[in-house]
C-alpha cells in the first residue's frame, strides 16, 4: 500500500519542479532585458606612505531615482590597488535599457574632503565600465 501513494507522490513533485524551471535560449537569467555596468577602482600612483582613511561608494541613477548604490569598506590610501589588482564590481540593471543612466563613485578622505567620479551610460550600450584611476 505505501509504493501506492509513494509513486504518485514522487510524480508530482517532479512535475512542479521541472515545470518551474525556466529556460534562456540566449545566455543567463541576468541578460535579459538587462545592462551591467562594471565599476573598477585603482590607483597607478604610489600612496606607499599615505595613511588616510578613504571611504569609497559606488552609485547607479536615472533621470528620476538612485537605481543602485553601495559602499566600500574604509581603507588606508596605502592599501588601494594598481592596475593589476583592481578592485571590480558588476551590476545588472533591469527594464532600463532605453534610459541613460548615470553611474560612479563617490569618496570621502578623512580630515580632507568629499569628491566624485561620475560618467554615463547611454541608453542601449549593453556594457558600461567605469574605469576610476584614483590620483
Known amino acids: 500500500m505505501k509504493n501506492f501513494y509513494v509513486c504518485p507522490i514522487a510524480l508530482m513533485t517532479l512535475a512542479f519542479f521541472a515545470g518551474s524551471c525556466k529556460k534562456y535560449s540566449s ?3 541576468a541578460s535579459v532585458n538587462s545592462r551591467k555596468i562594471r565599476f573598477q577602482l585603482y590607483s597607478s600612483q604610489d600612496f606607499s606612505n599615505n595613511t588616510y582613511t578613504i ?6 541613477k536615472d533621470k528620476d531615482q538612485p537605481l543602485y548604490d553601495s559602499a566600500f569598506a574604509p581603507m588606508l590610501i596605502k592599501d588601494l590597488p594598481d592596475a593589476n589588482h583592481k578592485l571590480v564590481v558588476e551590476k545588472y540593471i533591469s527594464g532600463y535599457n532605453d534610459s541613460d543612466l548615470v553611474a560612479g563613485f563617490t569618496y570621502e578622505i578623512e580630515n580632507v574632503g568629499f569628491s566624485w567620479y561620475i560618467d554615463t551610460a547611454k541608453a542601449g550600450n549593453p556594457l558600461k565600465v567605469i574605469d576610476y584611476d584614483f590620483h
Do not use: L
Not at 571611504?55 to 547607479?60: A, C, N
Open 55 to 60: 571611504k569609497f561608494s559606488i552609485f547607479i
Open 27 to 29: 545566455g543567463s537569467a
